[in-house]
């Protein structure tokens, strides 16, 4: 057999693997040895070891070369070596899915499972049940209950956990076994309780009310195996989140119960459970975080570990709930286990007051290079939170930031600084140069390509708005200089970006594109050459445009778009109006993809919500003529509870002249079908119903689509707010639930809905502008109107911010949605585009005295979307 290595030869590198240089088909020559007699239990058992190890190595047997080893294997049999046997028994297992013919050994497995040698029985139920087929299974049926209640615990727990395995092929056969199972759940040894719980919970998890019982029953009686508490646990905590977690649920009481049990193991499951389950207040946890205070001074390392990896989850979410705990996790920062020292100290900078934050910092310092990437993340995102927790001491966490910045470290970890860093930025104004300045060092000798562009584009965004932006121009032409084609991009956009917002600079940063235009890359010397052509022109709205506002449009449909015009020659020229917008605002998707994506290779970009919305429509006949689908409706409307006969929902799609809604709708009634399905709507403004588009059947339980067009106001295009009354309309034939058959006669029927709103919303798509001053230069004050309003019901400046983003659907820009503590003054900055291809920009100043009073300032390049704009808010 096998040569034995000690642990100091493994060390050494004396313990190579004796089975690495094997070749298939010197093994299967070698298994003829199989036929030979007298048997040779040693040499047979290594022989079945080989062909063991090249199954698991992923070495693959043809059917007629398995077949003709295991066929040989069978005559091992006549052997009574116990090893040589078990051998036997785990390669039917491995060949059971590769070679033919394998029930021929049915007769022997069944000999063995009823014999007397134990020591057989229960490797010979696996084997047994491995290779049996839903049609054999009634053969060996009547063994098979025989064995789950076996006195021999391993024959029984063999049956069990091979029962549950032919669930999934013989669910109605299996079932039968539930009082076997039933008898073997109250068995004295631990592991066979836990597979017979496991068995009945897998037959009954689909009969929510059985696994009720089962739990009251066996947790009533209480069980004797720690395993089968902790699988009672998870499956009460299952229940519970289904039932919406109920705290007065008796599930609830039964794993707090298990929080007393004298298994730590299942004294951790119930502490787990209780921490996992949603919407837990921090009374609720109480009793939990208790006993995971208790873990963090046990002897164990692994208890020790659990206890704080919890504790740091927890804190995430309920922060005073962990505070009781912070002697205990100071404690453990000094741990010899680094993992749980990590955990603990960044459990503690979730809980920690301020006033302790430095001596944490110096405490981390100590051992960050000792620990891996994977827990300096979680250290990272805890300092993350802490900046978001305390602003005061960004100045603080961003120098240990940096430290850690300039030590080793792999993509993850530096990325993870990176996002903590620029979060920072944006949450604290004060805090920018010190972090702009940290990050161009970063990538002076940064060689990741990704986290270049990313700050090159932060550089490009931030910079011109600091007090001296010309010290940021030499680290980013360095990377002009020294980086490859990737980041040599990324730096020219971020240096056109300077030009644009600073005229001092402009001549100096049209010197440097210059050179730009001289480079070895195709995509360097195109940007280098846009930019240059537009600076030069030195107009705002073409800076704001071109270079710091970007395409608005989703560059999928932009592509279609292109492609649609080549197709079919016009005189006209291409209309980028006619381009769907970005769903996904370009400026937020992560900067790296924006700086880079012109130089990696086009990948295949996924449809859209709103592409695939666009094509079904586009195959209505009714719709032709609509021009492009400029918005669909983020989510559907429910017009009905989803609990009566019939369940509607209703998606609004706007045109640049027309709304289509489309009602998805279920029949729920299994001794009905539909026929003729509309839903008829009556606007209270000047809107116009032109035609409906019926189902024409709509069976029991499939769902089908009918469309409702409509012309928006002409009279009054600002009237644009309205409310439609809605009642679905359609014949009804009865049928037959068991044989489906269908009555010819049908009667007309009606059912009310509610009532659909169509706002202000509908009509304007989310745009996120960059630089709102360059968009809003760009727009122009020739179709500006400002209006002052008093909000009389809001108190707050946050709740008035958040009512007009709802209400207006537009984007908020610059993080003005972000209301400062202690302000009674704050503007908010609001970009979107109008159904038609409008730019709309909005700028709200509020301010809070008894009441909040807000003066709007709308500009657009059309006059109407700033009438309905100031229409809808007053």
């Not at 089975?19 to 022989?47: D, G």
């Not at 809107?687 to 069976?699: A, C, N």
């Not at 709103?757 to 001053?773: A, G, L, P, R, W």
Request: aromatic residues 6%; negative net charge.
């Amino acid at each position: 057999m096998l040569k034995k290595f000690d642990k100091k030869d493994e060390e050494s590198g004396g313990g190579s693997n004796p089975l690495q240089h094997l070749e298939k088909s010197a093994v299967l020559q070698e298994a003829r040895v199989f036929n030979e007699t007298p048997i040779n239990p040693r040499k047979c058992a290594h022989i079945l070891t080989k062909i063991l190890y090249l199954i698991n190595q992923g070495e693959h047997l043809g059917t007629t070369e398995a077949t003709e080893a295991f066929f040989a294997m069978t005559k091992l049999f006549q052997s009574n070596d116990p090893t040589l046997r078990r051998m036997c028994y785990l390669t039917i297992k491995e060949m059971s899915c590769i070679a033919e013919d394998v029930i021929i050994v049915t007769s022997s497995l069944t000999k063995d499972m009823t014999g007397k040698e134990d020591n057989y029985r229960g490797p010979a139920v696996r084997a047994l049940c491995q290779i049996t087929d839903s049609t054999m299974l009634q053969a060996v049926e009547r063994y098979m209950k025989q064995a789950i209640v076996d006195k021999v615990p391993s024959v029984s727990s063999s049956a069990l956990v091979s029962s549950l395995h032919l669930l999934k092929c013989s669910f109605d056969v299996v079932k039968r076994w539930v009082n076997e199972a039933q008898e073997a759940a109250s068995s004295d040894n631990i592991m066979v309780q836990y597979h017979a719980l496991g068995l009945l919970y897998h037959v009954r998890k689909n009969d929510r009310l059985a696994v009720s019982k089962m739990i009251s029953k066996f947790t009533r009686h209480g069980l004797k195996s720690p395993f089968a508490y902790c699988m009672m646990i998870r499956v009460a905590s299952k229940q519970l989140e289904e039932e919406d977690g109920s705290r007065d649920s008796p599930l609830f009481d039964f794993i707090e119960s298990c929080l007393r049990n004298k298994h730590e193991m299942v004294v951790y499951e119930a502490a787990s459970a209780i921490v996992n389950l949603p919407g837990c207040s921090a009374k609720e946890l109480a009793p939990a975080v208790s006993v995971l205070q208790l873990f963090c001074s046990s002897p164990k390392a692994a208890l020790r570990y659990a206890a704080v990896r919890t504790l740091n989850k927890v804190a995430m979410k309920h922060p005073s709930a962990v505070t009781a705990c912070n002697l205990d996790l100071e404690n453990l920062v000094t741990d010899s286990n680094r993992s749980i020292a990590t955990l603990a100290i960044t459990t503690l900078l979730k809980t920690g007051s301020e006033s302790s934050i430095d001596r944490l910092m110096k405490q981390i310092s100590s051992f960050m290079s000792e620990i891996s990437d994977e827990f300096k993340v979680v250290v990272v995102q805890a300092i993350s939170a802490l900046c978001q927790k305390y602003p005061r001491k960004h100045a603080v966490l961003m120098n240990f930031l940096f430290t850690m910045l300039r030590e080793e470290g792999g993509f993850e970890y530096k990325r993870a600084i990176v996002d903590c860093i620029i979060s920072i930025i944006e949450e604290n104004s004060e805090s920018k140069e010190t972090g702009l300045s940290h990050l161009c060092e970063f990538i002076e000798d940064c060689e990741f390509t990704v986290l270049a562009t990313r700050i090159l584009h932060l550089l490009g965004q931030e910079g011109p708005k600091t007090n001296n932006p010309s010290k940021y121009i030499r680290f980013i032409y360095n990377r002009v200089v020294l980086e490859h084609e990737e980041v040599r991009a990324g730096a020219v956009s971020a240096l056109a970006k300077f030009g644009a917002q600073n005229e001092e600079m402009l001549p100096s940063i049209l010197v440097l594109l210059k050179r730009c235009v001289m480079d070895d890359d195709n995509e360097v010397r195109d940007r280098a050459t846009f930019y240059l052509n537009v600076l030069e022109q030195k107009q705002k709205a073409l800076n704001a445009g071109y270079i710091l506002n970007g395409l608005t449009v989703s560059i999928p449909g932009l592509e279609k778009a292109l492609q649609q015009y080549t197709l079919e020659p016009s005189e006209k020229p291409f209309d980028l109006k006619s381009v769907p917008l970005a769903t996904t605002p370009m400026a937020e998707q992560r900067p790296e993809n924006t700086a880079t994506a012109a130089v990696k290779q086009p990948e295949k970009v996924a449809a859209t919500r709103q592409e695939i919305f666009q094509e079904q429509l586009a195959a209505v006949p009714e719709f032709q003529g609509l021009g492009p689908l400029f918005k669909s409706s983020p989510e559907p409307v429910a017009l009905t509870e989803s609990e009566t006969e019939y369940v509607i929902r209703c998606t609004k799609h706007t045109f640049s002249d027309h709304l289509v809604f489309q009602f998805d709708c279920t029949n729920t009634l299994n001794d009905q079908t539909l026929e003729n399905v509309t839903v008829q709507m009556e606007p209270t403004e000047a809107y116009e119903v032109l035609s409906y588009v019926p189902v024409r059947s709509l069976p029991y339980n499939q769902p089908g689509t009918c469309y409702t067009l409509v012309a928006l106001p002409k009279e009054d295009p600002t009237a644009v707010a309205c409310t439609f009354s809605c009642v679905m309309k359609f014949t009804v034939k009865d049928c037959d639930p068991n044989t489906g058959e269908i009555d010819e006669e049908g009667y007309e029927d009606e059912y009310v809905l509610e009532d659909l709103e169509v706002t202000v919303s509908d009509h304007i798509q989310k745009v996120m502008k960059v630089n709102f001053e360059a968009a809003w230069d760009e727009v122009g004050d020739e179709f500006e109107k400002e209006e002052t309003f008093t909000l009389s019901t809001i108190k707050t400046l946050e709740e008035a911010v958040g009512n007009i983003v709802k209400f207006l659907g537009m984007h908020p820009c610059e993080r003005s949605d972000k209301v400062p503590e202690n302000k009674n003054t704050h503007t908010l900055l609001l970009a979107g585009v109008f159904r038609g291809g409008h730019d709309i920009l909005v700028r709200s100043r509020l301010l809070l005295l008894d009441t909040v009073t807000m003066q709007v300032t709308a500009r657009s390049s059309e006059e109407l979307p700033v009438d309905i704009i100031l229409a809808s808010v007053g």
